[in-house]
Structures are given as structure tokens and as C-alpha cells.
């Protein structure tokens, strides 16, 4: 028994008003090559240059124009819920996200680790990392993000025992250019339900994570 479900009603982008939001990127990053200084147009290297950073500046973004990945949410009968769920939590992780920094614009990289304890519902595991990677396609501050990923699991679960969500990234504004520390990662968690009062199940999930 299963339903499709979905969060967050973003409709899909008609492919023409992406077009005209890609050419109008190009047109832009063109400026932003000239003002720099740039020749670019008489540069063999650099002539596709704007329309390459326009392209890629939409796919870092395309969480912002594309629907949710649709999740598969599986309703557990009495007597599963009783023999099956109990307070098992179901680990996920390490789950790669590549994502913007909203400050610099500049690329965010790292992995989450979810856990949760299912109430009646319990979510198709593959469609986990794809909703966090998802929720990654857009600027993003970490601090945020990590609470902003614990939001959404509650919207598409809303009966759950507990969540929690660990994320470790490195920000490249802080590796390529400003204080220029490149072993440094930011480290963010956020819990939510049992995990709160809990601390021996905060404890198994962060053993889990250093596995
Ligand atoms: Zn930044």
C-alpha cells in the first residue's frame, strides 16, 4: 500500500521560459566578462564562455524551477507497526550534495546523514537522498539547509518519532579565496522528535556517521 506524494508545489519550468531565462543569463555573463576586462568574443577560449556559465548556473539553481522528486510514503498496518517499526531508526548516509553558498555564490560540497524513526509511515529509501539532493540545487546557508531538510521529512512524513540530520561540507568561499583554509569542513546537525530527549539514540546516529 502506497502513495505518491508530493511537497513544495513548484511547478516544472515550461521549456521556453527556461530558454529565455538561459539567454538572458548569457547576455549577462557576457557583461560580467567585459567589465572584467575580457576580449572575450575574439577569444576562441572564452567565446562560449557566458553561455557555459549560464548553464551551469542553472543546474547549481534547479531546485528553485523544478517540482520536489515525488516520494513513495508506505502506510504500516497495526500489526506491522507493532511487530516491525517499534523505535527503529532507519539510517541513511553518507548522501553527496553539491550546492551554492547564498553569500558568495560560490560551490558548497559535502554529505548529509539522515536517520529516522518511522510512526506508521515509512519512506521509499531511494527517494531520500534524491529530496536532499534536491533541496541542495539552490543557494543555500548550511545552518539553514540542515533545519530546512528536517522541515521537509516532517511535511511529507507528519507522523514520525523522531529525525536527524547531520552535514558536513566544505564552503569553497572559505577554501579558495578569504581566510583560504582548505581542510576545514562546517559541521551542522539538527533533531527533531525523540532524538531531542533521547541522547544514547543522538549518540548511536553520530557512531553510525563516523563508521
Ligand atoms: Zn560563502
Given at each position: ?96 550534495i ?11 560540497m559535502g554529505n ?56 558536513k561540507a566544505k ?41
Amino acid at each position: 500500500m502506497h502513495r505518491p506524494i508530493k511537497s513544495w508545489e513548484n511547478l516544472p519550468l515550461p521549456p521556453e521560459e527556461l530558454e529565455r531565462k538561459r539567454e538572458k543569463l548569457q547576455e549577462l555573463f557576457g557583461e560580467v566578462l567585459t567589465t572584467l576586462g575580457f576580449d572575450w568574443k575574439r577569444d576562441p577560449n572564452m567565446v562560449d564562455t557566458p553561455k557555459r556559465i549560464a548553464k551551469m548556473f542553472l543546474e547549481f539553481t534547479e531546485g528553485n524551477f523544478t517540482p520536489m522528486p515525488s516520494i513513495t510514503v508506505f502506510d504500516l498496518s497495526e500489526m506491522e507497526k507493532d511487530r516491525v517499526v517499534g523505535n527503529i531508526p532507519v539510517f541513511v548516509g553518507p548522501i553527496e550534495i553539491k550546492s551554492l553558498c547564498s553569500h558568495h555564490f560560490l560551490p558548497i560540497m559535502g554529505n548529509v546523514y539522515f536517520e529516522y524513526i518511522p510512526e506508521s509511515k515509512v519512506l521509499g529509501l531511494s527517494k531520500i537522498p534524491r529530496i536532499i539532493k534536491w533541496l541542495a540545487r539552490r543557494p543555500i546557508i548550511q545552518e539553514l539547509f540542515t533545519r530546512q531538510i528536517v522541515k521537509t521529512f516532517l511535511e511529507i512524513l507528519n507522523n514520525v518519532k523522531g529525525i536527524a540530520v547531520y552535514v558536513k561540507a566544505k564552503h569553497m568561499c572559505m577554501t579558495v579565496r578569504g581566510v583560504n583554509e582548505s581542510n576545514a569542513y562546517m559541521i551542522t546537525e539538527a533533531f527533531y522528535g525523540l532524538y531531542k530527549e533521547n541522547e544514547e539514540l543522538r549518540a548511536n546516529f553520530l557512531r553510525k556517521i563516523k563508521e
